[in-house]
Nanobody
């Protein structure tokens, strides 16, 4: 059974940093998504088994996704956080080691989420 457990969320001030972790029981493609109140869930970044990343335009240059396959953990380093980054962040896994797009429909397994709040 695929299990995904997020951690590392919290509250920071604008310009601050957080690192999210996703403990994944599989070595599939893993993505990070976020959902702000009243908005649709959107893709943030994904990474394949080999460590090749892909980012949404809104986070390029600020967020870095990485993975440690030995620890079965995927990280999302978030720098330069802004209030508009406030959301529940979810990690998700596709049923493949290689990633397609950042569309939600390509990811079959989801964690419970971790809250990130950025104050101005």
């Amino acid at each position: 059974q695929v299990q995904l457990v997020e951690s590392g969320g919290g509250s920071v001030q604008s310009g601050g940093s957080l690192r999210l972790s996703c403990a994944a029981s599989v070595d599939y493609c893993v993505g990070w998504f976020r959902q702000a109140p009243g908005k649709e869930r959107e893709g943030v970044a994904n990474i394949n088994f080999l460590g090749t990343p892909n980012y949404a335009d809104s986070v390029k240059g600020r967020f870095t996704i990485s993975r440690d396959n030995a620890r079965k953990t995927v990280y999302l380093q978030m720098n330069g956080l802004q209030p508009e980054d406030t959301a529940m962040y979810y990690c998700a896994a596709a049923a493949s080691r290689f990633c397609g797009s950042l569309r939600q429909s390509t990811f079959l397994y989801w964690g419970q989420g971790t809250q990130v709040t950025v104050s101005s």
